[in-house]
């Protein structure tokens, strides 16, 4: 069972690696317009948030874009 509940979450894990690199550099700006010309600063420190909550961001990004 523990190693169900691991493939999940490594799997849960490494969508939320590849979705934050796509949302760090071209989503975030969509979302919120106030991020527009966003440091690099800024960009590092919402990355493991943009891991985590991933699901709720590619949500909201693709609700914008009418996908």
């Known amino acids: 069972m523990a190693q169900i509940v691991l493939g ?3 799997i849960y894990f490494a969508l939320g ?4 690199i796509y949302f760090v550099f071209f989503g975030v700006a969509k979302i919120d317009s106030v991020t527009k010309g966003a440091s690099i600063a800024f960009r590092t420190l919402i990355i493991p948030g943009s891991v985590a909550l991933w699901p709720l961001l590619a949500y909201k990004l693709f ?3 009418g996908i």
């Open 63 to 65: 609700r914008q874009r």
């Open 8 to 10: 999940f979450a490594g």
């Open 17 to 20: 690696i590849f979705f934050a």
